[in-house]
């Protein structure tokens, strides 16, 4: 029996609105001290499972390219203060359309 990856749907605005509202947490969670590394994989590994629930792949070439510097901003440190996930999120939506 194969797996068949699901259809994408089109994003409604609140849709859109949960996805933000995942991603600006996990931005406010970054600032906390001593915790970037963590919040930084848990959020990587987060946001895209959010995004395969509406069937979209983060993982496609050209919408993987903002989730690879996200994660590579989340990692670095002194970047933090970036809001890494909120952007990455808003460009792959806006790739989604």
Do not use: C, W
């Amino acid at each position: 029996m194969e797996h068949t990856p699901a259809k994408q749907r089109t994003l409604r605005k609140r849709d859109m609105a949960v996805l933000l509202a995942v991603a600006v947490f996990f931005d406010i969670l970054s600032l906390i001290p001593g915790g970037i590394v963590f919040v930084g994989v848990v959020g990587q590994m987060v946001i895209p499972f959010i995004f395969s629930r509406y069937g979209i792949n983060v993982f496609s070439l050209k919408k993987s390219v903002p989730y690879i510097i996200g994660f590579i901003v989340e990692v670095v440190p002194g970047a933090r203060l970036l809001p890494a996930f909120t952007l990455e999120t808003l460009i792959i939506i806006y790739m989604s359309k």
